[in-house]
């Protein structure tokens, strides 16, 4: 610890096994952000956010992602290659040596916890071996008041490790990084890399698992926000599918970009207490409360500054992934607490990179479960010379590396309460139009952002033959007009001007649809087969 002149608080961490007292608790942002500067793992931009590099890693690593098999877990996780078992006496060996490498570091430690929502409150102890990281869980997690503090006992504890390599030989990993979840000692623990997400999203599969088995409440992958009226919508997407770009709107209080829980109450509460935005071609023109949330508290990750220290946001040299966490206060229209209610809408966003989806339909009920179970976006081609073919990416419940229980246990639960609540369900694809990835273009974000108003002020009108047309491949409802959308943008088969190209290239996608839903269909009943394509390519 170098940061000069401020009062610093310190903690024993004995009971975790750590001896020493080298302990910095509880530190503020600015605190932990000079830190980090003096230390020279990270710089401060022109404008003095905090820029850093998370080193070998700059996503998450799906594949070093363990759930530790014991009683709790044994018969309820759905195991495989996404929730892949760990052994408890593996994890304790492991969890030992991490413990005996953290115990000659400086240690950073802050108290906070998940869930917006004082019924659900999870209390998070978080032990960092990096200042930024520490800074990091200071912005994405709930913040207690000083009275919350007084009183306060962790009920799980995040130990984050980055500079710890394991030994795959000797400690039951794939390679030298991993992310361990123990639901017996409540710990998630995350050694080998210093990406971030990784300690969000450790805690969300923790709750993803916690709130359907214990609190008969529906954990999301999802974006939200509330109208003037104070109907809430939400917006579930993969990764890159615009939840986080979407939500953030002027005109509607931002609940939360990410994680969130769909109560037996049919309210909605933010599991998280700050944003976590990617900062690709970021622009003020098109993104100005994001970009204006990029300042002194915020951490921008893998991103290249210029000699004045100004942000390159179409720099990738780095990552595409590159990044900005910013507690939620960043964003001036924000809802206090984080919990709405009244979930009027539910836009499922795409990416479709083959350009065939239509960028606005409305789902029935079935369609609607079908196209949460399958979770359809696509991954772009990288930039490798040639390949252009975007493939089909399939995630259940828009989130299924997080989803510790098989999909359809959240699907009826959905499905439930989509039902009780009587909500429109919309399919938005913020991906391709006027052709696939390569000749087609993204769709502009005004145009998205214009077909989502639409639907939240009612413009897109009542679903009758003469405003909607049933796609003849999808057999979702397209709207036929939308306020401030040119109305040829609203049918993809028309911006391709090439119908035989369109229907090829749409047969492709309901033959991905189809062979994803294979591993889906002995569990789903009739009625959620129905919501599928209508035509396939045989
Ligand atoms: P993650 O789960 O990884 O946080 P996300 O769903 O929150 O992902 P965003 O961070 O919102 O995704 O990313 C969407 C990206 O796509 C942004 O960089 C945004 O600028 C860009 N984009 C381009 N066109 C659109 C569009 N029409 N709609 C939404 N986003 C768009
Ligand atoms: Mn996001």
């Known amino acids: 610890m170098t940061a000069s002149d401020q009062t610093t608080k310190t903690i024993s961490l004995k009971d975790y096994g750590i001896t020493h007292e080298n302990i910095q608790y509880q530190l503020s942002p600015s605190q932990l952000q000079s830190i980090t500067v003096e230390n020279k793992m990270g710089t401060e931009t022109a404008n003095g956010t905090l820029a850093v590099h998370t080193g070998e890693f700059t996503g998450r690593s799906p594949m070093d992602r363990f759930i530790v098999e014991d009683t709790i877990t044994k018969d309820k996780v759905w195991w495989g290659n996404i929730n892949i078992p760990f052994s408890a006496d593996t994890f304790d060996a492991l969890h030992k040596k991490v413990i005996d490498y953290l115990n000659n570091k400086e240690l950073f430690v802050r108290d906070c916890y998940a869930c917006a929502d004082p019924e659900y409150k999870l209390n998070i102890r978080v032990i960092n071996e990096y200042p930024w990281s520490n800074m990091f869980a200071y912005n994405m997690f709930l913040r207690p008041t000083d009275n919350e503090l007084e009183n306060f006992t962790p009920e799980w504890t995040v130990i984050n490790a980055p500079g710890f ?52 409440t529906l ?110 206060y960043h964003i001036d229209n924000i809802r206090r607490p984080s919990i709405g209610e009244n979930v009027k809408n539910i836009f499922f966003l795409t990416a479709d990179a083959f350009g065939v989806l239509p960028p606005i339909s409305k789902l029935t009920p079935s369609q609607a479960a079908y196209h949460f179970i399958s979770g359809y976006t696509a991954k772009v081609a990288g930039t490798e ?154």
């Open 165 to 216: 390599m394991a030994d795959p030989s000797k400690d039951g990993t794939r390679q030298h990084n991993f992310a361990i979840l123990n639901f017996t000692k409540k710990i998630a623990l995350i050694g080998g890399t210093g990406y971030t997400g990784e300690i969000k999203k450790g805690i969300f599969s923790a709750l993803n698992f916690i709130l359907p088995v214990e609190k008969n």
């Open 219 to 328: 954990p999301m992958h999802c974006s939200s926000n509330v109208g003037k009226d104070g109907d809430t919508a939400i917006f579930f997407g993969l990764s890159g599918t615009g939840k986080t770009t979407l939500s953030t709107d002027p005109n509607r209080e931002l609940i939360g970009d990410d994680e969130h829980g769909w109560t037996s109450k049919n309210t909605v509460f933010n599991f998280e207490g700050g944003c976590y935005a990617k900062v690709i071609n970021l622009s003020e023109e098109q993104e100005p409360e994001i970009y204006g949330a990029i300042k002194p508290g915020a951490i921008l990750e893998n991103v290249v500054l210029d000699d004045a220290k100004n942000v390159d946001f179409t720099n990738t040299s780095i990552t595409q992934n590159t990044r900005v966490s910013y507690p939620i």
């Open 385 to 538: 010379a040639g390949v252009v073919e975007p493939q089909p990416s399939f995630s259940a419940c828009f989130g299924a590396p997080f989803m510790p229980l098989h999909p359809t246990e959240y699907a009826d639960m959905l499905s439930k309460k989509m039902k009780e609540s009587g909500v429109a369900v919309w399919l938005v694809n913020t991906g391709w139009t006027g052709g696939p990835y390569g000749i087609g273009t993204r769709m502009k974000l005004k145009y998205t952002r214009a077909m989502i108003n639409a639907v939240l002020n009612g413009d897109l009108g009542l679903y009758s033959y003469d405003k909607y047309h049933i796609h003849s491949v999808f057999g979702v409802a397209q709207p036929r007009e939308c306020p401030g959308v040119p109305t040829a943008v609203l049918s993809p088969r028309a911006t391709w001007n090439n119908d035989q190209k369109y229907y090829t290239t749409a047969f492709k996608l309901t033959n991905a649809f189809r062979e994803n839903f294979k591993k889906f269909e002995s569990y789903a009943s009739e009625e959620i087969r129905r919501g599928g394509p209508q035509r396939y390519g045989f």
